[in-house]
């Protein structure tokens, strides 16, 4: 066995120390693994980024309500009455004030973003003191809360990194409605940091709302305990709602940029087989360079083992490299590269892009695959030319 694994490590070596005879093409299969490496890590990161920002915003604790149907807020209308009634629903938190719910208004207003100078949707949500204090992660970044009963907004993190014209003190116009910045908050990173929030009330004048809402958040008295609520709505027929808890509707929320996750893989994989076709072509040439060398080893007791292991181990490092390579350009290029996209209500979610180590190891295996498949099919040429056509090839 030592013999053998000496062996291996000769031929390995030699094989190694030979690639300065064949740069070109040794690079050409590295920047090949680098390319298609940085493509998947570069959509499974824009994924796992867009997700980890809409689950983050979720909580058990929390429990938001929608006109039964309703698969997004900007498509549930809820009346008063209704919130009226789920306020005296058993399962509900309550502190000092009473019950702790928010009835919530959102809708779409305009934007500039930086990047490209074009429109794009930003949700404005109107919102009570108690709808932020169930953010517990939210806190004001610059400036102060907005006055209840005026025309001031705070602006989350993201619309600010993302869009021109929300800097605090300025003066933004949605239609005919002029609005006062005043603060800039932060809720951890996650969806909301994409949103504009104001007072409920100004929201559901300025655009003709009456006393209507579109969803309704409860903190719950029991995490993920959702029964008494569901009680009180199926005992109740005034109360035609879906309920779930925030973190359900944020995880579903999430799921619509998976498929760049799919769409990824799927580009990753054609561009692999274009590489595994150059690797080939690089393996078969280093084989048949090294003909000669081969089959000296050969002829002094090295078995065809190491020989097909040594040609498999080059492929190894070269596709190595490469995955190397294109895994610390997907990280230095990508990684924390905040960019926006529409959300499931038609306006834009802003996010960052995520490499994590997870996807380091997905790049790893796919370069390693690489490497494994266009060095099989040399490798095992190498192993079975005959001592004397090699010579006479290798001459």
């Avoid at 500039?112 to 949500?125: C, Q, V, W, Y």
């Avoid at 809720?187 to 655009?207: C, I, K, P, R």
């Avoid at 035609?240 to 498929?259: K, M, P, S, V, W």
């Avoid at 350009?329 to 802003?350: C, M, N, P, R, Y």
């Amino acid at each position: 066995m030592g013999s053998l694994f000496s062996q291996i490590v000769t031929v390995t070596a030699m094989n190694i120390r030979s690639l300065p005879r064949r740069l070109w093409m040794s690079l050409a299969m590295v920047l090949a693994s680098a390319v298609v490496v940085a493509v998947l890590m570069a959509f499974l990161a824009m994924a796992k980024g867009f997700e980890a920002t809409m689950e983050g915003a979720g909580s058990d604790r929390v429990a938001i309500l929608m006109r039964e149907g309703a698969a997004a807020e900007l498509n549930s209308v809820l009346t008063r009455e209704q919130v009226n009634l789920v306020a005296e629903s058993a399962g509900i938190a309550r502190d000092a004030q009473g019950p702790l719910i928010s009835p919530e208004l959102y809708v779409i207003v305009d934007g500039i973003k930086k990047a490209s100078g074009t429109e794009a949707n930003i949700p404005l949500r109107g919102l009570n003191a108690k709808g932020m204090a169930m953010r517990e992660n939210m806190h004001l970044l610059e400036g102060r809360m907005f006055t209840p009963g005026t025309n001031e907004m705070i602006v989350g993190a993201g619309v600010l990194r993302e869009f021109d014209g929300f800097e605090i003190g300025k003066e933004v116009r949605f239609g005919k409605n002029v609005w006062t910045v005043v603060g800039i908050f932060s809720t951890g990173g996650n969806v909301f940091e994409s949103e504009l929030w104001a007072d409920a009330a100004m929201v559901q004048a300025h655009y003709n709302r009456g006393s209507s809402y579109q969803t309704i958040r409860v903190q719950l008295q029991t995490p993920s305990d959702l029964a008494p609520l569901r009680e009180t709505i199926e005992r109740e027929p005034r109360l035609n709602l879906d309920i779930q808890t925030e973190r359900d509707y944020f995880a579903n929320q999430g799921e619509q940029l998976r498929y760049m996750a799919i769409f990824g893989r799927v580009i990753s994989f054609v561009m692999a087989l274009g590489a595994l076709a150059g690797a080939l072509n690089t393996m078969y040439t280093s084989v048949a360079d090294r003909a000669k060398e081969i089959a000296t080893l050969r002829a002094l007791g090295f078995g065809n083992f190491s020989a097909f292991c040594g040609t498999v181990a080059e492929a190894l490092v070269l596709a190595a490299a490469g995955g190397l390579l294109g895994s610390l350009a997907a990280f230095l290029f990508f990684d924390g590269l905040s960019t926006s996209t529409l959300g499931g209500s038609f306006t834009q979610v802003v996010f960052s892009f995520e490499v994590s180590p997870d996807l380091f190891m997905q790049g790893a295996a796919l370069a390693l695959f690489i490497g494994f498949v266009s060095g099989f099919f040399p490798a095992w040429r190498a192993a079975r030319v005959p001592v004397v056509v090699a010579f006479r090839n290798g001459a």
